[in-house]
Nanobody, 122 residues
Framework: QVHLVESGGGLVQTGGSLRLSCAAS????????MGWFRQAPGKEREFVAA????????TYAHSVEGRFTIFRDIAKNTVYLQMRSLKPEDTAVYYC???????????????WGQGTQVTVSS
C-alpha cells in the first residue's frame, strides 16, 4: 500500500514562513515526478510547484515563484515545499502529489496525499 503523508502546515502571520514535508511510505518514489497543489474553500484547485524525478528541474505557479521552493531528498523518499513571504491568499489545503510526468496539470498525477492546512493571518 502506497501513501503520501503531508506535514508542516499551521497558522502563520503575513510575511512568515513554513516548510511542508511529504513523506512517502509503502514503496520508493525515486523515479517519479512530485508536486504540490492547493485548494481554498470556494476556489478551484491550483497548481503550486513540481519537481522532476531527478530533482534537476522545477516549475512554479506565477503566484508563488520567487517565494516558494520545492526540493526533494530521494534517499528519504521525502519532498519539501519551503514557503516564504506568505500572504493571506496562500491560505489553502496543500496536497502532495506523485506522477509519471513532470507537469502542472492535475490529471498527470496518480497519487495524492490527504492534505495539510496552511492558514496565513492578515
Amino acid at each position: 500500500q502506497v501513501h503520501l503523508v503531508e506535514s508542516g502546515g499551521g497558522l502563520v502571520q503575513t510575511g512568515g514562513s513554513l516548510r511542508l514535508s511529504c513523506a512517502a511510505s509503502g514503496r520508493t518514489f525515486s523515479n517519479y515526478a512530485m508536486g504540490w497543489f492547493r485548494q481554498a474553500p470556494g476556489k478551484e484547485r491550483e497548481f503550486v510547484a513540481a519537481i522532476s524525478w531527478s530533482g534537476d528541474s522545477t516549475t512554479y505557479a506565477h503566484s508563488v515563484e520567487g517565494r516558494f521552493t520545492i526540493f526533494r531528498d530521494i534517499a528519504k523518499n521525502t519532498v519539501y515545499l519551503q514557503m516564504r513571504s506568505l500572504k493571506p491568499e496562500d491560505t489553502a489545503v496543500y496536497y502532495c502529489v506523485r506522477g509519471s510526468y513532470f507537469s502542472s496539470a492535475a490529471d498527470e498525477y496518480d497519487l495524492w496525499g490527504q492534505g495539510t492546512q496552511v492558514t496565513v493571518s492578515s
